[in-house]
């Protein structure tokens, strides 16, 4: 091992020429630094006997000479060389080197470079640092760099705006940066990934942090003289950066989001121009860089989005001569909503459903005006949950709808069961298609499917789902937890600890416990340490899909009949489809107080006052309970809870309990006249439901 560790020194010295000046000191020291990779340095590739490494230690030992200070930060900042030499450190542990394109990975000493920064910063000499840096820029042209030990000054580069605060020194050193980085290939960019994949994550999180704060400056400017060519070079990095991250999962996926593209009405209009044409006709549009945008952004975009399909779909009706108005509007019986919406979804062309959805109850006046269509979905999709699905999951996952899988047939029953199977398959079909509605129309829906099926809508279940068992954590942990064990078991004896096969026990549509081979042949097939991991994959898939194929695919072909065509939704991720559609489980009272009106009281009326004390005093449990009164959920829009416009209003007499109004997250409130008492009427409301009317 130290054979080769010298073999891999001499590799990465041959590659470094000397290319900073001699350091002019008085004194005789010899290069300064702790690992042997700086001996070899001293003794094998440079003729002076004195160049000194900026390190604490150096930094420490000059603090009364500042002049050679000054001098050695200024040659050693300028140099390639000097600083890949000086931050790789090869005496680290072997458990941080793996191996990239055969070539072992050095690990960048990222604590020694923050600390060589602030210690810099302590005496007043980063600005030497920076002018040093912008000498070095003019090495990149002639260097030949192409592994990863090559790029380590990327990483220092990178940290370094981290002590950067004039907006003019940040531009100077990223400018010239970008511009390299930008013009890498895209193997090179993965050798500065591999460094990054050795370190920390903090230090990734840095890197992506600058660049955003970069793509910021210049998304903040001006409009009309936007420098669009630097900012397409920022985002084709961050995609690539981001690319690496989705493969190896660094950092959250939400670090790489910038909360200045999208952020005010001229901005999201210019984007919703570029994302409704082709790549062709524009130069840069920002919905080749989806990972740029938060959720709520994207919220605005499908919204948006839809409304400029529904504007070319309604020109297209004229056009055509289908004279169908403006809306789509669903007529449907309260007594019958479910046999209704089945005769009239079902048998509509699917470019009249995608008009804008108006909602209309038999025998009833009024104008829907976004309520209607509220209440609707509220009232429908646990129609058809309860009739044909099946709760699946335990206590620690809350339980949870998913589809029957159908029933095992006879010859005496097969007629039967057949017809049973077409109007449960005709229902699915429905759901999938309330669930494109409810995206086109931004109605937010409950969440009672397992965060997997936004993953099986947005990926071919005919080429495989690329399910895991991380899918399995939320919906059955116990299971997930099972196969995890078997998947991180080491012993090679699996066959005899387990004892599983390639056959498994599950329920059939009549609620019998049924065995099922995962593979032809399979209750003859041992599950070993060689074919485990084919087996959990089978598992998770049966689970999921191989188990109710045909009643997924209805679902999946209603949603897709209604979305499949949208330029926008090609840009969500399968977790921001999910919170788009169903809504955010992360909020705070702040932002619903916010958000909040009052109709005949104030903010700071004494009722007011003691109900967001009360509010506030609630514990998690209690609020997602109090959310769930008021808005019918216990998510928020992905545009955060001050969005919801929560409304509190009169409401009667002082011995009612509060009434909520769902569909228009509207609460009547009596005018209680003791804290007491309106903690008592609104806990009671809560808990016991009593106060929950949909208007």
């Avoid at 080491?490 to 498994?504: H, L």
Wanted: glycine share 4%; proline share 4%; hydrophobic share 40%.
């Amino acid at each position: 091992d130290d054979e080769e560790e010298e073999d891999e020194q001499d590799s990465i010295l041959s590659k470094y020429p000397v290319v900073a000046t001699p350091v002019k000191s008085p004194d005789s020291h010899v290069l300064k630094k702790h690992n042997s990779f700086a001996s070899s340095i001293r003794f094998k590739k440079f003729e002076m006997d004195r160049i000194y490494f900026v390190d604490v230690e150096r930094i420490l030992e000059l603090k009364d000479d500042k002049e050679t200070l000054r001098e050695e930060v200024s040659v050693f900042f300028a140099s390639i060389s000097c600083i890949n030499a000086a931050y790789i450190d090869y005496s680290s542990s072997k458990e941080k080197h793996f191996k990239f394109k055969g070539i072992r990975v050095p690990v960048v000493d990222m604590s020694t470079i923050e600390v060589v920064l602030e210690e810099l910063s302590d005496e007043k000499m980063l600005p030497l640092v920076h002018n040093a840096v912008s000498a070095l820029y003019d090495e990149l042209v002639d260097a030949h760099l192409s592994e990863p030990a090559d790029f380590a000054f990327v990483l220092f580069l990178l940290h370094l705006p981290e002590h950067i605060t004039s907006k003019k020194t940040f531009l100077a050193h990223m400018s010239p940066l970008i511009r390299f980085l930008s013009t890498l290939d895209p193997m090179m960019i993965d050798a500065i990934i591999a460094l990054y994949r050795c370190v920390p994550p903090f230090y990734f999180t840095v890197a992506v942090k600058t660049l955003q704060r970069m793509l910021t400056v210049f998304e903040d400017g001006d409009e009309k003289t936007k420098d669009i060519d630097t900012i397409t070079r920022i985002c084709n990095v961050l995609k690539h950066f981001n690319d690496r991250n989705d493969e190896y999962n660094l950092i959250p996926f939400n670090h790489f989001y910038n909360t200045a593209v999208g952020s005010t009405e001229e901005k999201l209009k210019s984007m919703l121009r570029t994302a409704n044409t082709n790549a062709d006709a524009t130069p840069f549009t920002y919905k080749d860089f989806p990972f740029l945008l938060l959720p709520s952004v994207k919220a605005d975009l499908v919204r948006d989005g839809n409304i400029m399909d529904f504007g070319a779909n309604v020109i297209f009706n004229l056009i055509t001569g289908r004279h169908n108005g403006l809306f789509y509007t669903l007529k449907v019986r309260r007594s019958n909503m479910l046999t209704d919406s089945l005769d009239a979804l079902l048998s509509t062309p699917s470019h009249l459903l995608k008009n804008p959805m108006r909602l209309e109850f038999s025998g009833e006046d009024g104008v829907d005006g976004g309520g209607l269509i509220k209440e609707y979905f509220h009232l429908i999709l646990p129609k058809i949950f309860k009739t044909h699905c099946v709760v699946r999951g335990d206590d620690d996952s809350g339980g949870w709808y998913w589809f029957q899988p159908p029933r095992e047939t006879n010859t005496d029953n097969q007629h039967v069961l057949e017809e049973e199977q077409a109007e449960k398959l005709k229902n699915y079909k429905l759901l999938g298609i309330l669930f494109g509605l409810a995206l086109k129309n931004s109605v937010l829906i409950d969440s009672v499917f397992p965060s997997v099926i936004f993953k099986m809508l947005c990926t071919d279940a005919h080429t495989r789902l690329g399910l895991s068992v991380d899918d399995l954590s939320s919906a059955d942990p116990l299971l997930a937890k099972s196969l995890t064990q078997l998947l991180e078991y080491d012993q090679k004896n699996e066959e005899d600890v387990f004892c599983r096969t390639f056959s498994i026990s599950a329920e059939d549509g009549d609620g019998v416990v049924k065995d099922y081979e995962l593979i032809d042949g399979g209750d003859d097939i041992a599950v070993t340490y060689i074919n485990k991991e084919e087996y959990v994959k089978r598992y998770v898939q049966f689970y999921f899909y191989d188990h109710v194929k045909e009643e997924f695919d209805e679902f999946k072909s209603g949603f897709l009949s209604i979305v499949e065509n949208s330029r926008v939704l090609k840009m969500l991720r399968v977790e921001e489809l999910d919170a788009i559609l169903c809504g955010e489980r992360k909020w705070t009272m702040e932002e619903l107080k916010k958000g909040a009106t009052y109709e005949q009281y104030t903010e700071d009326h004494e009722l007011i006052k003691w109900f967001w004390e009360l509010i506030g005093s609630f514990n998690d449990n209690e609020k997602k309970k109090f959310l769930k009164f008021v808005s019918g959920s216990d998510r928020v829009p992905v545009r955060g809870a001050e969005s919801m416009h929560f409304k509190i209003q009169p409401g009667g007499d002082q011995d009612r309990l509060p009434v909520a109004h769902t569909c228009f997250v509207l609460l009547d409130l009596p005018n209680y006249t003791s804290k007491e008492q309106l903690r008592n009427k609104l806990t009671t409301a809560i808990e016991m439901g009593e106060g929950f009317n949909v208007i």
